[in-house]
């Protein structure tokens, strides 16, 4: 299981230093990589518009 971000993402970038395993990647749509993400939920914690959600 990994978290992924959904299209709701406006890449605020507040996720991103949250990560703690950096698994997260900026772009129009930042993304998350699954290999590295032990599903914490520090990103879904942080973002205004509920982009990242449990896959
Ligand atoms: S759930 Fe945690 S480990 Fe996974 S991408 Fe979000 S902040 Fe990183
Ligand atoms: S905090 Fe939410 S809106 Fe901001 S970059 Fe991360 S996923 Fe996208």
Redesign the pocket.
Known sequence: M??QINDSCIACGA?LP????E??SEGGIYT?NADL???????AGVCPVGA?NEA
């Open positions: 990994a978290y996720c949250e990560c703690p395993v698994a997260i998350i993400c032990i599903d914490c939920g520090a990103c990242p």
